[in-house]
């Protein structure tokens, strides 16, 4: 299996890369730090991959000593999954969040509704990550498994 993970917080791309490595050890994972590098290599490799990891808020380019990511995206993740709709891509996603809500205040459960009615050809379902407890990891483990099969 060849996963896309696209995730700007580098802790927690780390986090979920260990779980999934352990848990599927035949997959590949490429990582992307930001909306434009995301986008590009789900557009340009989409029929490379089985399943697209996807933050919802993230920088629009990679953060680097010389960058400062740009604008911030609140809702980068539900951008990314309209132009894959546009575009014909049919790559399952799989939201990884850490957040409740988001800057324009719509909560995890509203969005998880609305992703589910806009783009339900690609859109599997979220997974609330957190640091503190590992519910998250049975959530994405039942998730990739369902894609699986």
């Known amino acids: 299996m060849k996963?896309?993970?696209i995730e700007d917080h580098p802790l927690k791309q780390a986090q979920i890369n260990k779980f999934i490595i352990e848990k599927f050890p035949e997959t590949s994972?490429?990582?992307?730090?930001?909306y434009i590098s995301g986008l590009k290599e789900?557009?340009?490799?989409?029929?490379?991959?089985d399943v697209l990891l996807l933050d919802i808020s993230m920088p629009?380019?990679?953060?680097?000593?010389e960058d400062s990511g740009g604008d911030w995206m609140p809702l980068a993740g539900k951008k990314i999954l309209k132009e894959m709709y546009l575009r014909d891509i049919?790559?399952?996603a799989i939201v990884v969040t850490?957040?409740?809500?988001f800057d324009d205040g719509?909560?995890?459960?509203?969005l998880d509704t609305n992703l589910k009615k806009e783009f339900p050809e690609n859109y599997l379902g979220y997974v609330f990550y957190s640091q503190i407890n590992d519910e998250w990891?049975?959530?994405?483990?039942?998730?990739i498994n369902d894609l699986r099969k």
């Open 98 to 101: 850490m957040h409740g809500s």
């Open 42 to 49: 789900l557009i340009q490799n989409y029929e490379s991959y």
């Open 29 to 34: 994972l490429v990582n992307k730090n930001s």
């Open 60 to 65: 629009n380019y990679d953060i680097s000593s």
């Open 3 to 5: 996963i896309i993970f």
């Open 106 to 110: 719509t909560r995890i459960t509203e």
């Open 137 to 143: 990891k049975n959530k994405l483990e039942q998730l």
């Open 90 to 92: 049919p790559t399952k």
